[in-house]
């Protein structure tokens, strides 16, 4: 079956800009996670969500950054005011609700010149 | 959560075997060792997961003493595929929110 599939798959943006990533989970998983990877570094847990709920935001980094999950299927990102340093490729993830083993999409790349 | 020490980074040679040893001091009784893989500009990928003793599955073997205070990922034979990043992780399987923690993984590069 398809995988878990994220858009843009680049985004280059401005400092200031607003912008918007998108995750499509696999059918069927309850469990959502976006994490954050800088170049060469490992992964940032940022958010979590069973359902349409998030149980833990505590990865957020800022105020500047939302995510929100329409039932049990796709989720939206946001990061306002883009600054320099969330250059970084997002990833999500998807689980089963019986299993903690995580499906990972390709990721989006954001730039922020 | 139990945090995870592992190394930053490992050399191999094509056909040797490649064993990447993880501390888990404070594992917790629930918690059990899960293992991805991540190659260049793609996402990490389940390799393996185990609670004790040993687990072997076709891409690797997983080696867990009775104290469950380490593991053990064992790659036999390893190609010049198999260079990638490889990270540890530790906890209760059964809360999918539990297992989140990554930390930097270990960076291992095989050479021909």
């Known amino acids: 079956g398809a995988g878990v599939s994220q858009s843009p798959s680049n985004k280059v943006t401005e400092k200031g800009k607003d912008v918007e990533l998108r995750c499509d989970p696999i059918?069927?998983?309850?469990?959502l996670y976006w994490y954050r990877q800088r170049l060469g570094q490992g992964l940032e847990f940022l958010i979590y969500f069973q359902g349409n709920s998030a149980p833990d935001k505590s990865g957020l980094p800022s105020d500047r950054f939302s995510a929100e999950r329409t039932g049990e299927s796709v989720s939206t990102l946001t990061i306002q005011r883009t600054q320099q340093e969330d250059s970084a490729v997002y990833l999500c993830a998807s689980s089963p609700y019986t299993s903690d083993t995580q499906y990972f999409g390709p990721g989006t790349r954001l730039t922020v010149l | 959560l139990a945090k995870t020490t592992q190394p930053i980074s490992m050399d191999s040679y094509e056909g040797q075997e490649v064993n990447i040893t993880c501390s888990h001091n404070n594992i917790a009784t629930n918690d059990y060792i899960t293992w991805y893989q991540q190659f260049p500009s793609q996402g990490p990928r389940f390799i393996i997961q185990g609670y004790k003793t040993k687990v072997t599955n076709e891409v690797a073997s997983l080696f867990i003493p009775a104290d469950r205070k380490s593991s053990t990922l064992s790659l036999p034979r390893v190609s010049l595929s198999d260079t990638a990043v490889y990270y540890c992780?530790?906890?209760?399987?059964?809360?999918?929110?539990?297992?989140?923690?990554f930390g930097g993984g270990t960076r291992l590069m095989v050479k021909p």
């Open positions: 059918s069927g998983h309850t469990a």
């Open positions: 992780l530790v906890g209760d399987k059964w809360d999918a929110g539990n297992m989140l923690t």
